[in-house]
């Protein structure tokens, strides 16, 4: 009997209570989970043993706290092999690269996140303010993961082009529109398989949109392992932001949804993914006691 996959978050946001040490900046977002239902790194890593879950990445909640990454970076400070964290950057700033560069060289952030996320254009992620970012992420080694809508998609394309040696994600598959089976509408998204430099995050948000449209979470998983293959696919919960039935729920549905998959692909979307793409949280292997 083969064990169960070692299962590995790749999506998660943690919030402190100490709000003096770490004071909330909303970045003006839909939403104030980050005041209803919000968790800090010790109450997720409870969450996390009550659910079987052996791994975390702390994307930087824009929402709760803008540009500020400490408290993601003190977190995985803190627990190392439990957590790695990945920055966001002000592209704005007067130094973006140096920014970049404090966070993963100076804090030991292991990725970074570049949060565009543009109602009606393009968005800013191909244009030439942000090619000094993309190379230094390059040269530091830092995994990039991108949040961006499904129309900005032609955009993404133009990176994946451009920097093939980059591996990326890109958060929510993009938001596609996932209206249905045969899911033409997401055609786009689907014609991004070729890019073997890009990763989807299948996260609950998304599950949770398919099934609110009266789809199946499993089909639509079955749909992008088809066109992408299991490699190329991640689970996140996108908790705490995502919260609807607490982390246990979360994990289950989770389950539900890439539960017919082969074994196999199951522990490559679960964590087996995200592992290769998050070192830092690969099982240790030929420990003694």
Partial sequence: MSSPPVLIDSHVHVVAEDQERYPLDPAGLPGAWYREAPHDAEQFLACMQEAGVAGAVLVQPV?????????????AERHPGKFVSAC???PDHADPVRELR?????????????????PKGPGRINQPSHRALW?????????VIVTIFAHQL????AVLRRYPQIRISLDHCGFPPVEGPPWRDSRSLSELARYRNLYLKITSHLLHTVEAKGHSP????????????AEQLMWGSDFSQTHRGGYVGLVEFARHAFGSLPVEEQALCLGGTATRLWPGLAPKTGARG
């Fill in 63 to 75: 929402g709760a706290y803008s540009y500020d990454n400490r408290y993601a970076a003190d977190s």
């Fill in 135 to 143: 190379e230094c992420a390059d040269d530091l080694g830092a995994h």
């Fill in 154 to 157: 032609t955009e993404l394309e």
């Fill in 88 to 90: 966001c950057i002000d």
């Fill in 102 to 118: 404090s966070w993963i060289e100076g804090r030991g952030m292991q990725g970074v996140r570049f949060f565009d996320l543009d």
């Fill in 218 to 229: 499993t089909a639509w998983v079955e749909h992008l392992v088809s066109r992408f293959g």
